[in-house]
């Protein structure tokens, strides 16, 4: 999906407030995608633990881990989060 590949391009070009933008922008059509709705959630979540918004981060990552449980994403999700609790399940 486009919108994957697009926020994918900016996080590794390290564009972060772009990134942001784009999640927002895209969240509407990912609705049905729940897939590509957890990839572009986590990228969102690793954005926000580059500028230093942790809590946001944390938020972010527990959205993958709880919402969409059986992805892969999920399971780097709940990595992402030990960094930050150590005792996170």
Not at 53 to 61: G, L, N, Q, V
Not at 74 to 80: D, G, L, Q, S, T
Request: hydrophobic share 35%.
């Amino acid at each position: 999906m486009g919108a994957v590949t697009d926020v994918g391009d900016q996080y590794r070009a390290g564009e972060c407030a772009r990134v942001l933008e784009l999640v927002d922008e895209y969240l509407p059509f990912l609705t049905d995608h729940p897939t590509e709705l957890a990839e572009v959630y986590l990228y969102k979540g690793k954005c926000l633990s580059r500028m230093e918004r942790t809590e946001e981060a944390k938020a972010a990552f527990s959205y993958v881990s709880e919402q969409h449980p059986d992805t892969p994403f999920a399971y780097e999700a709940r990595a992402m989060l030990r960094q930050f609790e150590p005792d996170a399940p």
